[in-house]
């Protein structure tokens, strides 16, 4: 067996690892690069294997990161199933529909306004080649174990997002573990990842694998962004991810407002995705923390926004508000325009809910970037900026080290991807020092050999 990294090694987008064994290959996730230009140019790249001759692919979770190119793996001609958990089929069928309505849009502008270096600007895929991927789709409930490609599968579940796993390769030999994006547990909407059942060898997301996170209340912190940008006139903006950390920050609102802890002032979720989402929460009550009344009150206490006349006229109104709105590293979707309206001003805050990948425009403007361009243009930031890293969905250093040490025996290698060089490097370092495990860090497009041992 062998395992090849084709994707989030040394960042954290881009998820693909290639395993072949016994002459078979499966896939775990099929994920879009996102941030820096050199990584999203990696998105047009024909696949380093040929689609024709994948028997099987598995997703760990919906996030763009991990399933956005599987409408480019159908393109290139990938005719086999795609497993999944019910819940990430669901969330699946709102997010890859969405970018790539996102692509087409993006490309229709580029060409309008001759934006574009090529002489006519492409999607780098379509509505229709999104919903031939969504077709390929077939549910995998957690803990219900099926063969395919010759390795046994299992789902067991993450936290980290509705749907999210963590994924259980076995053959005759070897047990193989791949994380997922771990959730918290702590998180106060999704329940705890589950412990490791049996693992000779693991890969593990080091998103945070160089940090800890904020011992503050976020929960508290918002409250206090809220406040004080209510008491400039200004309006709070929140970039967030419509899949988890739009329904964290609605959820918080929705607290502070029930005991009075902010102003009475109108909340927006500018976002069709997340608002579609607040149904999936609702039908799958068993993945998360929340009763029947924190679920109904985390989805009504704001103003949904669907069309797109009513965007554009939220978008101009100058009233006190707080807006949600995706995408949550500001990489596209409806919150542009509001960031591009409204961060020339010093009465205003944005606020950013959870990790920001180098190269995204949520990175820059975290890092204190006072001008970042929008449809072409540049835009001052002279608003005030708020990084709420303890709103995050991932696990943090400590996190991961204690998941990992939930294993009933010391594998024979763990293998870091997901995170960026020096998170992942410092992971690495913490598992040779407190586990004693061996520990490496893969280079993208690097094979690496699994060698058979008896399962226990």
Request: neutral net charge; charged residues 20%.
């Amino acid at each position: 067996m062998n395992l090849q990294f084709l994707g989030a090694a040394g960042t954290v987008t881009g998820s693909k690892t290639l395993v072949r064994a016994s002459g078979r290959q499966l896939l775990v996730d099929c994920g879009l690069f996102q941030g820096y230009k050199n990584l999203r140019l990696l998105n047009w790249e024909a696949f380093p294997f040929d689609p024709k001759q994948l028997d099987t692919v598995v997703l760990t979770h919906a996030h763009l990161d991990h399933s956005g190119a599987l409408p480019l793996l159908i393109k290139q001609g990938y005719r086999g199933p795609v497993f999944a958990t019910p819940s990430t089929i669901d969330v699946c069928n709102i997010l890859l529909p969405d970018s790539a309505r996102l692509q087409e849009e993006d490309a229709e502008y580029n060409n309008k306004h001759q934006r574009s270096k090529h002489k006519t600007a492409l999607p780098l895929y379509t509505v229709e080649d999104a919903d031939r991927a969504l077709r390929q789709l077939v549910p995998l409930p957690f803990e219900e174990p099926i063969d395919a490609a010759g390795l046994r599968v299992r789902l067991r579940p993450a936290g980290h997002i509705v749907g999210a796993s963590s994924v259980e390769l076995a053959s005759a030999t070897t047990t193989l573990l791949f994380s997922g994006d771990l959730g918290r547990p702590d998180d106060p909407i999704m329940q705890p990842p589950s412990p490791i059942a049996c693992a000779d060898y693991i890969v593990v997301e080091s998103t945070y694998g160089d940090r800890l996170h904020d011992t503050q209340d976020a929960q508290e912190v918002l409250g206090e962004v809220i406040k004080r940008t209510a008491a400039r006139g200004g309006i709070v903006v929140i970039p967030a991810f419509a899949v988890g950390r739009a329904q964290e920050v609605l959820y918080a609102i929705y607290r502070l407002k029930a005991r009075g802890a902010i102003p009475d002032m109108p909340v927006y979720l500018n976002s069709p995705m997340a608002i579609d989402m607040t149904e999936v929460y609702q039908r799958y009550r068993s993945e998360h923390r929340l009763s029947i009344e924190e679920c109904r009150g985390m989805c009504h206490v704001a103003k949904m926004v669907s069309t797109v006349e009513d965007s554009r006229a939220l978008v101009a109104q100058r009233k006190l508000a707080v807006i949600v709105s995706a995408s949550g590293m500001a990489t596209g979707g409806r919150v542009l325009h509001h960031l591009k309206s409204l961060a020339p001003d010093p009465r205003n805050t944005v606020v950013f809910a959870g990790f920001q990948a180098g190269g995204t425009r949520g990175g820059r403007m975290v890092a204190g970037e006072r001008s970042i361009r929008i449809f072409g243009e540049e835009v001052a930031v002279n608003c005030e900026v708020v990084s709420l890293a303890g709103m995050s969905a991932h696990a943090d250093a400590q996190q991961i080290m204690r998941w990992l040490a939930t294993a009933p025996n010391a594998p024979k290698g763990v293998y870091l991807n997901h995170g960026e060089p020096a998170a992942a490097d410092a992971l690495r370092q913490r598992i040779e020092h407190e586990l004693k495990w061996p520990a490496v860090v893969p280079r993208l497009d690097q094979i690496v050999e699994i060698e058979p041992c008896a399962i226990q």
